[in-house]
């Protein structure tokens, strides 16, 4: 399997299974509690400081690290150990794919960050700011790499909203400044940032990682209120919380507070200390952490193993995967007491043919922002100019290897980006630029191209090589994100903006794609000789073939935007926390979430002034639709009970009843243009704001179709409603609730484009 698509491109239509199991046959996996009763069998057949092994990461006893994340063998009960990989994206310091490769655990997916600040590091690696498409997304990725038998890890476990001071921080006198704490109340945290989490656990998600940052002022890893309260009791969680990497600050506290592996554990080239290992085993031998409780940490790290039947013919790590990740972290380093370490062995190619795949969710990902007179689809045009700094392969060579972001937080200039930096990041084996493709296709149509890389010289806007004016100037920009840093601002980078105006006065027939993680600020949009914009996002290797099936009308748009493009940084939610370097207040970095739910289009939503430049689920198509006004709204149940039946029980997810089927809602949508394409319809829920608490938005997410359409075609769009969707979380009665009074039912093309709406009475 294998998705180097990043995440954030998988836009309303894809929320597909995004791992095809062409290579793997599809596993069942075994009940949870016969998995667990399998791992409780198993540890207790395990000596104490096995027991420690199964909790705490190390690489063994040689000098090669096989995996960025690795658990011990027991060979005396043929248990190989554990590999984890990152990463949401696709296998990381490795070469291709995960069950094949001999990967156990899948480092991913994410949706943390969720994308409360679009200046965040890391949201690309994500599914956006919507809990309820992230949740779908969630879902879909859990079950579908799950079903190959690798265990995901669904991160960063939660309000790991800013890169800026993730980890605690030393002053030169010893003083430690603690990390950022995201302040978030309780029914913020239940709609908003747990909301996709839950979706993970019903699928199966065999762990979750704690995040580096702090939670209402407790290191993530060590709060049992969102471990044990929240995690395991309420969402009913069976797996295991792994540590990210080095989140693990002391033994007791983060044991008893529910962390139950440490990553990377006994791994000193890793260069954390290690808090579990021999100081978990004093620690159980003083009584400080009860013996009961590492066997619970221990039979949970097993339960997934058994679950997804990883004791049964399970693949070899291939060989290659140390020799990689050690040229990887350190490069092919001639240092004289390294030499040796290890030996460069071929790599097990399992790719086959999943650059189609990419290829395909490449496409499908590219969102439509404009398009004037039918300036696309191209036809017959055969002279191009191929501006701009995103166009041809990176310079800097295939594969962007920064070992933080700190270290490269702009990227590099000259060369595509398909994926961002840092532990979501993959190596190359392939990558198609857009130049590649787009030449490869202009000179099959017996075209010309003319090219101009440098986005200083295209906004001094000499062009003195090209002659004669184009009939199309395609222009590529780019805006760089990465762990370990937040953006700088929202900018496309390298003198975008100018370079778009120099080429908009030159070119009359100018096409703006831009590749980036997510918001980009795009002040040229309403510049007439801008005809169209394309949003590619990161789309993976295949990105040059991607962007020209779109181009070229081969593939029809139908992404649709995950996120809300403002027209200026103040309406791209709060800033940043960024507290002055001098401060001595080890507490220093806090920051209360006082907007609540109201990020992105819910912001717009509550501030009916401010106008998104696009909005959120806003994106054009090739043809047009149109949907009809009459919304159908059937409750399955007859009547709805405001609160949830508890006698239904509780399963991973939560309680049952939680996802009981209330309502189905239909609407008809027709393709009125004169060409197939696929429409996003998609449904939104208002609760009433008189018998809900102050904080209700105006209206949420709360379903999405694809519906591929013929010319003149009318097809039903069906959205099925859970009883979790029409609730709010009661923060005294701590449960799920449906307001009393009227619910209203919007549906329509984006969050603005409301084409029907109809009410239920509570
Ligand atoms: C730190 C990152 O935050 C996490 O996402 C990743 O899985 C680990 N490093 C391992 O690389």
């Not at 593939?555 to 996120?563: F, H, I, M, T």
């Not at 009227?742 to 329509?748: A, D, E, P, R």
Request: glycine fraction near 10%; charge should be negative; aromatic fraction near 8%.
């Amino acid at each position: 399997m294998h998705f180097a698509t990043a995440p954030s491109v998988v836009c309303l239509i894809t929320a597909i299974r995004l791992v095809s199991a062409v290579d793997s046959p599809l596993i069942t996996p075994l009940a949870w509690d016969e998995a667990s009763e399998k791992a409780k069998s198993f540890v207790s057949q395990l000596t104490m400081s096995e027991k420690i092994g199964l909790v705490t990461g190390s690489y063994g006893s040689g000098p090669i690290l096989p995996c960025v994340g690795t658990l011990a063998a027991v060979e005396r009960l043929n248990y190989t150990g554990l590999c984890m990989s990152d990463g949401p994206n696709g296998v990381n310091r490795a070469d291709s794919e995960f069950r094949m490769k001999g990967v156990h655990v899948l480092l991913g997916p994410s949706t943390g960050p969720m994308g409360r600040h679009p200046r965040g590091g890391r949201g690309w690696e994500g599914f956006g700011p919507d809990p309820y498409l992230a949740g779908v997304a969630m879902n879909e990725s859990v079950t579908g790499i799950e079903a190959t038998g690798v265990q995901t890890s669904s991160k960063h476990y939660i309000g790991n909203e800013q890169e800026t001071q993730r980890n605690p921080s030393t002053k030169d006198d010893g003083t430690v400044i603690e990390a950022v704490s995201a302040n978030i109340d309780d029914r913020t945290l239940h709609e908003l940032y747990l909301w996709p989490f839950a979706n993970a656990v019903r699928a199966g998600t065999a762990s979750v990682m704690c995040a580096y940052s702090r939670l209402n002022q407790t290191y993530s890893c060590a709060s049992s209120e969102i471990l044990d309260t929240i995690l395991k009791d309420e969402l009913a969680f069976l797996g295991y919380v792994v540590s990210d990497f080095g989140a693990t600050h002391s033994t007791v506290d983060f044991a008893e507070g529910g962390l139950d592996m440490e990553m990377p554990g006994n791994v000193t080239a890793a260069g954390f200390p290690c808090y579990f290992g021999d100081k978990l085993l004093e620690a159980v031998q003083a009584n400080k952490v009860s013996e009961e409780r590492l066997e619970d940490m221990a039979s949970r790290v097993m339960t997934p193993y058994f679950r997804l039947h990883q004791d049964k013919d399970f693949p070899m790590i291939d060989p290659a995967t140390g020799p990689v990740l050690f040229v990887t972290q350190l490069g092919h380093v001639q240092v004289p007491s390294m030499a040796g370490m290890f030996t460069e062995v071929p790599a097990i190619d399992v790719r086959a043919d999943h650059a189609r795949g990419i290829r395909e969710l490449g496409a499908a990902g590219t969102v439509l922002l404009k398009n004037v007179n039918g300036t696309l689809p191209l036809t017959n045009q055969t002279s191009f100019a191929l501006f701009g700094n995103g166009l041809p392969d990176p310079t800097i060579g295939s594969t962007f290897v920064p070992t933080g972001g700190e270290d490269a937080p702009e990227g590099y200039e000259i060369g595509t980006f398909d994926i961002g930096g840092g532990s979501g990041s993959v190596r190359h084996t392939d990558l198609v630029s857009p130049l590649e493709a787009i030449r490869t296709k202009v000179k099959a149509l017996g075209g010309r191209v003319q090219l101009l890389f440098d986005n200083n010289e295209i906004a001094a806007g000499r062009f003195t090589t090209i002659y004669p004016t184009p009939q199309v100037c395609l222009l590529f920009l780019k805006a760089w994100a990465t762990e370990g840093a937040d953006r700088p601002d929202l900018n496309l980078q390298w003198n975008a903006t100018m370079a778009v105006e120099s080429t908009a006065r030159l070119c009359p027939n100018t096409i703006v794609v831009t590749h980036g993680p997510g918001v980009v600020l795009m002040p040229w949009a309403d510049n007439e000789n801008v005809t169209a914009i394309l949003a590619a996002h990161y789309p993976g290797e295949e990105i040059g073939n991607s962007i020209t099936d779109v181009l070229w009308g081969t593939v029809e748009p139908s992404g649709r935007l995950p996120y809300s493009i403002p027209k200026d940084e103040a309406d791209a939610g709060p800033p940043i926390l960024v507290v002055p370097e001098n401060t001595t207040d080890p507490g220093a970095w806090t920051e209360d979430f006082v907007e609540g739910q109201m990020i992105d289009y819910r912001y717009f939503d509550a501030n009916s002034g401010k106008e998104p430049l696009y909005e959120f689920g806003y994106g054009l198509s090739y043809t047009e639709f149109d949907m009809a006004p009459g919304l159908n709204v059937q409750l399955t149940g007859g009547s709805l009970n405001q609160h949830v039946n508890k006698s239904m029980g509780i399963a991973p997810g939560g309680m049952v009843d939680l996802w009981t089927n209330v309502a189905v809602v239909t609407v008809n949508v027709t393709n009125t243009g004169d060409r197939a394409g696929a429409a996003v319809p998609q449904l939104y829920v208002s609760l009433p704001q008189d018998t809900t608490p102050p904080g209700t938005p105006v209206k949420v997410l709360r379903g999405f179709n694809k519906l591929h359409l013929r010319k003149g075609e009318t097809k039903q769009a069906t959205f099925e409603l859970l009883r979790r969707d029409l609730s709010y979380w009661d923060v005294q009665e701590k449960e799920w609730v449906i307001p009393r009074g009227q619910i209203t039912l919007f549906s329509g093309f984006s969050s603005k484009d409301i084409r029907a709406n109809t009410t239920i009475s509570v």
